[in-house]
């Protein structure tokens, strides 16, 4: 058994990772704490930064220096970092940021909580950019997400958020280790457009500052290009029940599983329920509505947060009346039972 | 079947170890298990849980609202759990620090685990004493599981830690 942030550092240094930056902050901190011990033990480098800022422009410099970097941070923190991950996404640098959510806004509490939807899928800091963002919902996929998040990362050259709230950081389940895994190592990829020296050959150049006018422009249509890529190439999520539900839960994370054990008691009950748990946030699975969205089946989002996966559901669905909501913030947390009184009422 | 335990008594009792003995046993039986601590800002002398869900299927949450057992080692602990849970079946009481008054339903199995630990000679195996008592009853996994994993856990070289563990089990199991 292991805690749901210690898997995600043992994923990461599985992956490669060799360069690790954060500031300490609850409820992540299994998490570095796990790298200062393991990240020398490999060869590595662990840094506690002086600051959230620090650490992300450690990562942005290891980064384009060619390394697998990695920081970590909860809600707050990851406020803090968002213009080094603006950077990161307008230069066109892998890293791997890991948001362990707690309740917000501001300081906030160190519950659990998904209220950093919009700004890990909307591109959190300034400029028009995506970051990938992958959603675990066991400690077992938390492992295994952020050896994903490490290879998409390097294969699109793009920044990746692994998006997890509190509880799944503190919680221990067991971790199975597969050596068959099919996710490829990405320490083997070459990296030609990295800061390696350039002794013998033209020098790199990596920027996200273009002067000369209509430059900017072409970067962002080239971004634009590789966005429209990856929503057509990535797209991932896990689906329950489709062919037959009359209403399907969207949920993803923690809520995805307290979702399956409302599923579940439902249909004992002969009541037809789906699931649609969106793995990836972004790109958001449209495919997973693709085949149900014309027919009159209901969906229900449950988050917690008052409202932010619902909004990419309301643009995939796009019929008001088909979607309805479920959501609490700040720590709470549905349960199973609130799920299904509210499926009930619905039906 | 799913069992869901809340474990709960103060900081230095060793009651996130207790629950993380009980899952990792569970887990070795090839059943689901989740733990989760109770985390943030605590404080020195105040109370301590874990929640722990063994299970044939997969687990939803693992936040407990509505617990199965509890295994409470102080009166703080019992104070606040008392009011937040209904339908317990089964109270373990460490009766050398808490007085179980006022429990309505379930079974109440109270013994002074902490006194009993003294006399074993080491006052912190009394978590695994209360490990051993709940266990006879709820026969949710078997003493040698526990036992390999009291040697699994310990630090190396320690063992006289796992044989008074052991002996703490055992005796645990033979309370009436």
């Keep these: 058994m292991i805690t749901g942030n210690e898997a995600i550092a043992e994923g990461a240094l599985d992956a490669g990772c060799r360069f690790y930056a954060g500031y300490p902050i609850t409820p992540q901190n299994e998490l570095p704490a796990y790298m200062s011990r393991r990240m020398p033990q490999l060869g590595g480098i662990f840094i506690q930064a002086e600051s959230e800022l620090a650490a992300i422009n450690m990562v942005f410099g290891a980064s384009a220096a060619g390394a697998l970097a990695m920081t970590s941070s909860s809600s707050p923190g990851i406020s803090l970092k968002q213009e080094g991950i603006s950077y990161i996404a307008g230069a066109r640098l892998p890293a791997v940021i890991v948001n362990i959510m707690r309740g917000g806004p501001g300081l906030g509490n160190i519950w659990p909580a998904q209220s950093d939807y919009f700004q890990a899928t909307k591109s959190g ?50 971790l199975v280790k597969n050596p068959k895994s099919k996710i490829p190592n990405p320490k083997d990829r070459r990296k030609e457009w990295a800061l390696t020296g350039c002794k013998g050959r033209a020098p790199n150049i990596v920027k996200s500052f273009y002067m000369r006018e209509g430059d900017l422009e072409k970067l962002n249509l080239a971004l634009q290009k590789h966005y429209q890529l990856i929503q ?3 797209e991932r999520y896990e689906g329950l029940f489709l062919k037959d539900a009359q209403i399907i839960l969207v949920a993803y994370g923690t ?93 | 079947m799913i069992e869901r335990i809340i474990i709960a008594g103060s900081g230095g009792q060793g009651i996130m170890l207790l629950g993380k003995v009980l899952a990792e046993a569970a887990m070795l039986e090839n059943r689901f298990v989740t733990w989760l601590p109770s985390y943030g800002a605590e404080v020195r002398g105040g109370t301590a849980h874990c929640m722990v869900a063994v299970s044939d299927k997969e687990i939803g949450s693992p936040y407990i609202a509505q617990a199965d057992s509890l295994i409470i080692m102080n009166a703080p602990s019992l104070e606040k759990f008392k009011s937040r849970v209904k339908k317990v079946s089964l109270w373990v009481i460490n009766s050398s620090l808490a007085k179980p008054d006022n429990i309505k339903g379930g079974s109440i199995l109270q013994h002074p685990f902490t006194d009993l630990a003294l006399g074993l000679g080491n006052i912190k195996v009394a978590n695994i004493l209360a490990l051993g008592c709940f266990l006879k009853y709820k026969q949710l996994v078997r003493l040698d599981t526990v036992s390999s994993v009291i ?26």
């Excluded at chain 1, 952020?146 to 390097?154: D, M, P, Q, R, S």
């Excluded at chain 1, 449950?302 to 700040?330: C, I, N, P």
């Design chain 1, 125 to 174: 800091g300034h400029g028009d950019y995506h970051c990938l963002v992958l959603a675990p919902s066991t400690v077992q996929e938390a492992y295994e997400l952020v050896k994903l998040a490490f290879y998409l990362a390097e294969k699109y050259r793009n920044p990746a958020i692994l998006l997890a709230d509190g509880m799944l950081g503190q919680m221990m389940e067991p």
């Design chain 1, 232 to 234: 057509a190439k990535e």
């Design chain 1, 255 to 347: 809520m995805a599983r307290i979702s399956k054990v409302a599923l579940h008691t439902l249909r004992q009950e002969g009541i037809k329920v789906g699931l649609i748990r969106p793995i990836a946030l972004w790109p958001f699975p449209k495919k997973a509505f693709a085949a149900k969205s014309s027919s009159k089946v209901r969906y229900l989002v449950v988050e917690m947060s008052y409202g932010q996966m619902l909004e990419d559901v309301l643009l995939t669905v796009r019929d008001k009346e088909q979607v309805e909501f479920l959501g609490r913030a700040g720590g709470g947390v549905p349960s199973a039972e609130e799920i299904i009184k509210k499926v009930k009422k619905i039906l």
């Design chain 2, 151 to 176: 040697k699994k856990f310990a630090p190396a070289g320690k063992e006289e830690l796992i044989r008074i563990n052991e002996q703490a089990l055992r005796k645990g199991a033979e309370l009436r």
